[in-house]
């Protein structure tokens, strides 16, 4: 029994390994600090309820998907009543798309008032939204 | 539209697993306990306590959220991974401390009452109500076909890992806990990474089906070959 609990512990402790490795970094050619604007930017706009602005960064070929209406659509419900603004927190990491490309995505959390959003944000090399996602 | 894949699926998620506890139990007497103790064990490891935590706990955690994002491989490689170190760690703890008799039919009854409850909870329900709301389902027949056979595949892989993880019990051998819960990570982490991929949907229930048809034979010829002589 004490055995299976040690081989349980190393698994759990090689999954945690692994679920910390090597995502806190950029990709090259992505800047830390302009990321970090960028994501906060977007999560201002997105909380003042602007989807057009935001609609505006998304890349060329993903506007239809993600258009001010779609955003609006999606969003609008949750972030309406989300009150003033109180404070923020934001996580960024680097990753690869299945086409070779690489991204930075930022996790910005957005607390306010009366509630507490959490943004998702993928970009590409020139800051283009490619992925976006509330919970 | 064809209403027989709904039908179909209804049968496999609910009606199948209901007449095989009570046949077994029926032809059997005293492995209705191992099923419902199999049935309590998918609950309340993974409905109860697995589930809400990957629901609702760590997406609450930035790091989760950007592990999610940024290393999918991965991510379905811990799901995969807690989903066999839920279900079968709760098999082991369930058989230890509340099945007291340990036979080949009462591993078969706790696998079926554990693969039934996920069918009827995951796809029933499901099922049941499409058919209730829309009457004929607009969504697509293959879909749903495949969804049953999923499900008849995923209820005979459960019977194999109750008969890997009993066998284990009843040996005092942990080392088939572990068996247990890698070749479950294995049937799920191969098959959403098919689907994640982009594979043929056909092609990814195909290869569970034939990870179930191996792994049930492995599990009965191993049962057969470890058993203590009498």
Not at chain 1, 10 to 21: D, E, P, Q
Not at chain 2, 63 to 84: D, P
Request: charged content about 15%; some cysteine; overall charge negative.
């Amino acid at each position: 029994m004490k055995r299976l609990f040690l081989i349980l512990l190393a698994i759990a402790a090689a999954a945690g390994l692994f679920s910390g490795c090597g995502s806190e970094e950029l990709p090259d050619g992505f800047n830390r600090d302009e990321v970090e604007s960028r994501a906060v930017l977007i999560a201002e706009t997105l909380t003042a309820l602007d989807y057009e602005t935001v609609a505006g960064m998304v890349r060329e070929d993903l506007k239809e998907a993600l258009s001010a209406e779609v955003l609006e659509n999606a969003l609008g419900p949750t972030l309406e009543g989300l009150g003033a603004f109180e404070s923020s927190s934001i996580t960024m990491g680097g990753t690869k798309g299945s086409d070779g490309e690489e991204y930075t995505v930022a996790v910005v959390s957005w607390k306010c008032e009366d509630g507490k959003v959490t943004f998702t944000l993928s970009f590409d090399k020139d800051l283009n939204i490619v992925g976006l996602y509330m919970k | 539209m064809d209403i027989s894949a709904v039908i179909f699926c209804i049968t496999v998620s609910i009606i199948l697993p209901v007449v095989a506890v009570a046949f077994t139990s029926a032809r059997q007497r005293g492995t209705l306990k191992a099923a419902l103790l199999g049935g309590a064990t998918f609950f309340v490891f993974q409905v109860v306590i697995r589930i809400p935590v990957l629901q609702y706990l760590l997406p609450e955690f930035s790091w989760y959220l950007l592990f999610q994002a940024t290393n999918q491989t991965l991510y379905i490689l811990m799901l995969s991974f807690t989903a066999g170190l839920f279900e079968e760690g709760g098999r082991w703890i369930v058989m230890m401390l509340f099945l007291k008799r340990r036979t080949l039919p009462d591993g078969i009854a706790f696998g079926l009452g554990h693969g039934g409850i996920e069918a009827i909870l995951l796809v029933g329900v499901n099922a049941i109500s499409m058919l209730i709301i829309y009457g004929i389902p607009y969504a697509e027949p293959l879909p749903i076909f495949l969804a049953g056979v999923e499900r008849l595949a995923a209820i005979c892989s459960h019977i194999a890992f109750s008969l890997i993880v009993l066998r284990g019990v009843t040996n005092n051998k942990p080392i088939l806990l572990i068996l247990a819960m890698l070749l479950h990570t294995l049937m799920n982490f191969v098959a959403v990474m098919m689907m994640s991929s982009g594979a043929n949907d056909v092609l990814t229930e195909l290869y569970v089906v034939l990870f179930a048809i191996g792994v049930i034979c492995f599990s009965l010829i191993f049962w057969k070959r470890t058993e203590a002589p009498s």
